[in-house]
């Protein structure tokens, strides 16, 4: 890569100074301990980063409570809105720059994924400019003896601590930024240990979009540290997270000292369900991106894959070989569609659940290795179908966010959905049918917060996202998470 924006790039990460970014400025964390991370592609040292910790944090969350009483809070609506256009403007001039940090982060394949989600970036960020200007509540008619007039008003909920994780920073970190902004807010973000670069660089551009200092400052560290300090933190008003079950269970007790408001995306086990009159050149590679993507490494991945039993065999063998098309390699590489995963750590648990698969009698028919030769110092690992798989297999119920899927045989519609909700997760799910009233069925029966008929992964900030069970509450987008930035207050008024 020999673009300026490598040079600019390049200088950023080797600046030394780049560490906590509070109240507008650089600074170093309290003990001045860094953490290395690394490239998944090469396994070698990127950076470091400060290792904030509960004293970092303790600073970023009075600096967000002074912007958030200072002079962010006399912000009109207007005055919101044209800011958040403004970080969008800078958003999309660096967006060579932002992408190329994100993909050396984390591994994301640079021309084949993040460069082409540019406009939906753009639309998410100005879909919550216009957020900003549609914010106030109702005066609503009571029945109450006398003369009373009743309204509702809305005012932000304070400080937001946001925790991010590594699968996709630099885009899930907007639907924190544009409901904060939007609402008028101010955050506190806690990046990944793994893939904080593009969230540390995305700082800067709001204060230079003039954002004023503190309204959004950014503590990198370990999740057991800053993240733990942050989701206890008793100045903090709310906290939106994204991460495993696990954690999120940790952030609701967490949560309990303030009682903070929550929105907490988490876990999946999403099925994608291929009914036997669906189009398969669409459903083919549908199925395959919907679980493939990113590496696996996609919240909503369609993991469980439910084929009707006429045509499982016609299926996966399609599914095999579109899988082998799909080149896994150098995430800078034009042609790449697959990144590495994003550590060491993640690969080991990735291969473990390929010999549990195999060991549990899983029909290994595609993939399964790790890669070598020039890739051999990357974490890189083939896409990987079991078939013959039951819905009780530990790969078809435990969440492994890697490159593998599970095909399933069922025999009726019945079938399909008994099986789809056979889990403790409700992420999302797909459904592949060219019948509507199948679609329709599975539409009102799936019990997940998005079904994808003829499609997988679609998502607008105005619909929203969300989770049903164990995949989190708090929805993602629209009036619903806007309201969750929002305390409510109701007015009487006697009028005599
Ligand atoms: P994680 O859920 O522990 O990490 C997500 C974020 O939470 C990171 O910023 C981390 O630093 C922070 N964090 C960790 N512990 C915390 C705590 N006690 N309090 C506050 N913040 C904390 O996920 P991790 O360890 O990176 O990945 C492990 C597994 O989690 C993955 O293999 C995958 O199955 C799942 N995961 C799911 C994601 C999703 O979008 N559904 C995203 C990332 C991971
Ligand atoms: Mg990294």
């Known amino acids: 890569m020999n673009s300026p924006w490598a040079t600019t790039a390049a200088n950023f990460l080797a600046d030394p100074n780049k560490q906590l970014f509070i109240d507008g400025k650089w600074v170093p964390s309290a003990t001045g301990e860094r953490i290395e991370t690394f ?16 004293a970092d944090v303790d600073a970023a969350v009075a600096s967000s409570r002074r912007a958030f009483q200072g002079h962010w809070s006399s912000f009109t609506p207007a005055q919101r809105q044209q800011l958040i256009m403004q970080f969008a403007e800078l958003f999309e001039k660096n967006f060579e720059e932002l992408t190329l940090l994100e993909s050396l982060d984390m591994g994301a394949p640079l021309m084949t994924r993040l460069r082409p989600a540019k406009n939906t970036a753009l639309q998410t960020i100005l879909y919550y400019a216009a957020q900003a ?34 699968n996709g920073p630099l885009f899930s970190q907007m639907h924190i930024l544009g409901p904060v902004l939007a609402t008028g807010c101010t955050a506190v973000i806690k990046p990944s240990e793994e893939a904080s670069l593009a969230i540390l660089r995305t700082a800067e551009l709001l204060v230079e979009a003039g954002l004023p200092p503190g309204v959004v400052n950014v503590v990198t560290g370990f999740g057991s540290e800053a993240g733990a300090a942050l989701a206890a933190h008793p100045d903090v008003n709310r906290v939106a997270f994204t991460g495993s079950t696990g954690t999120g269970r940790e952030i609701i007790k967490a949560s309990a000292g303030n009682m903070k408001r929550l929105q907490l995306e988490l876990g999946g086990k999403s099925p994608d369900i291929v009914f036997a009159d669906a189009d398969l050149d669409k459903a083919v590679p549908g199925v395959a991106m919907g679980v493939f993507s990113n590496s696996g490494q996609i919240c909503f991945a369609g993991t469980r894959i439910f084929v009707e039993r006429k045509i499982q065999a016609e299926f996966v063998e399609r599914l095999g070989a579109y899988s082998r098309t799909l080149k896994v390699g150098d995430p800078l590489a034009p042609d790449t569609n697959l990144g590495p995963l994003i550590s060491r750590r993640q690969l080991d648990r990735v291969l473990s659940y390929l010999d549990i698969g195999r060991q549990e009698g899983g029909e290994l028919v595609a993939g399964g290795r790790r890669l070598g030769g020039d890739l051999a110092g990357g974490y890189y690992l083939e896409p ?11 790969i078809a119920r435990e969440e492994i966010f890697g490159p593998v899927a599970s095909v399933i045989p069922f025999d009726t519609v019945e079938d399909a959905l008994a099986l789809a909700n056979a889990t403790e997760y409700g992420l999302a799910s797909g459904v592949w049918t060219t019948n509507i009233d199948t679609a329709l069925k599975l ?11 003829n499609c997988y992964g679609l998502v607008d900030p ?24 929002l305390y409510q207050k109701a007015v009487y008024i006697n009028v005599g």
């Open 39 to 54: 490239n998944p592609s090469t396994g070698q040292l990127l950076a470091t980063l400060a290792r904030g910790q509960k």
């Open 133 to 166: 200007r549609n914010i106030g509540g109702e005066t609503v008619s009571n029945s109450l003896p006398g003369k009373v007039t009743s309204m509702t008003l809305k005012a932000p909920v304070g400080v937001v601590g946001g925790i991010i994780p590594w």
């Open 384 to 394: 990987t179908i079991f078939s013959n798989v039951s819905n009780t297999m530990t």
């Open 443 to 453: 539409a009102h029966g799936i019990e997940a917060g998005t079904v994808w008929v």
């Open 462 to 485: 105005a619909v929203g996202f969300g989770g049903y069970k164990e995949s989190g509450y708090g929805w993602k987008g629209g009036q619903a998470q806007i309201d969750g930035y």
